[in-house]
């Protein structure tokens, strides 16, 4: 259970502070409603009355797609494409692998045996 938790514990730590940050959103944003009932003199209603939930889910809702639908599209597009050239993309892998090989070669080093050198994680696959 705790090699679990550990492997998703970026995930886990993220959820949680989303899970918060949206509590905490809930509560203000009634604190809020409820000085605004008193200013106008209306009846306060409950924290699930349909005036309420509707204000929380349409700020809920504006905040997702500003911020969240942002982030997520960045972070899904910059996973799946490439720019040719940038460190993260792999063309780049390709290329530093393609010039080490050329450097072993002329050196005179067969890099197939410094392939057996190298530790599991490091080997071509």
Do not use: C
Not at 75 to 80: E, F, M, Q
């Amino acid at each position: 259970m705790f090699a679990w938790i550990r492997d998703r514990s970026l995930g886990l730590v993220f959820i949680a502070l989303f899970l918060t940050a949206w509590v905490a959103q809930f509560i203000v944003q009634y604190q809020e409603y409820k000085v605004t009932q008193d200013e106008l003199g209306a009846p306060i209603e409950s924290i699930l009355s349909s005036d309420y939930m509707a204000e929380f889910w349409q700020a809920t809702l504006e905040n997702w797609q500003s911020e969240f639908l942002q982030l997520a599209s960045f972070v899904i597009l910059s996973a799946y494409l490439v720019y040719k050239g940038a460190s993260e993309s792999p063309d780049s892998n390709n290329r530093i692998e393609a010039m080490t090989e050329a450097i072993a070669e002329k050196l005179g080093i067969d890099p197939e045996e410094v392939q057996g050198t190298l530790k599991e994680k490091h080997r071509k696959r």
